[in-house]
């Protein structure tokens, strides 16, 4: 995969949303609408804090979510309420944003609610934004959970709590067919699965994403040349 690396963790989320807004723009350019699905984490919200200061015409751009968290709304467990607090203040505002219905107890429902969603975008997303856990799971798709294996649909919900919650989820067959990946990887925790990733791996979640179209940008850290 094509390496984009940024001195440190500011650095390398700085780059990956300027790499954004250019796919962005020319989705915007091809077809006159663009998409872009973000994944959870830290490092994402000072990403799209300056993807969301970029000149694009964001009321033509659909924000959707790669994973959620089971939680009450507006709850810090939430990627949504971080995503928001990133985009508040920005041009990004202006853009169409789905949150995942995730703030009820059943994750199956709120699974299924996003299937409209997804299906009214009419087409692949333009941008998945993914990060990488130190087990190797990407998007909230964990070690051995059976949603690894759905094929059937574009989002699904995990079968067990992962990591204290269950989850929401873009399954494989969506994020395979998004017209570009972009993963954004830092701090040295990240080096053995860096390369387990980048060699194809697929024996951990992310090494299942297809790397044809997906780049990887990187603080030195993650990079392991800190």
Known sequence: MERIIGDNATAAAHAAALHIAEALRNALAARGRASLAVSGGTSPWIMLAKLGAENLDWASVDILQVDERMAPDGDDLRNLTHLE????????????????????????????AYLPVLAALNGPIDVVHLGLGEDGHTASLAP???????????????????????????????????????????????????????????????????????????????????
């Open 85 to 112: 607090r990133s985009l508040s203040g920005t041009r990004a505002v202006a853009a169409h944003l789905h949150p995942m219905a995730c703030g009820g107890t059943d994750a199956d429902v709120a699974a299924a």
């Open 144 to 226: 051995g959970d059976p949603v690894l294996n759905v094929t059937d649909v574009p989002v699904a919900a995990t079968a067990r709590p992962f990591n204290g919650t269950r989850r929401v989820t873009l399954t494989y067959p969506c994020i395979n067919s998004a017209r570009q990946v972009v993963w954004l990887l830092t701090g040295a925790g990240k080096v053995p699965m860096v390369a387990r990733l980048d060699a194809g791996d697929r024996s951990i979640p992310a090494g299942r994403i297809e790397r044809e179209n997906a780049v990887m940008v990187l603080d030195r850290a993650a990079a392991g040349s800190a």
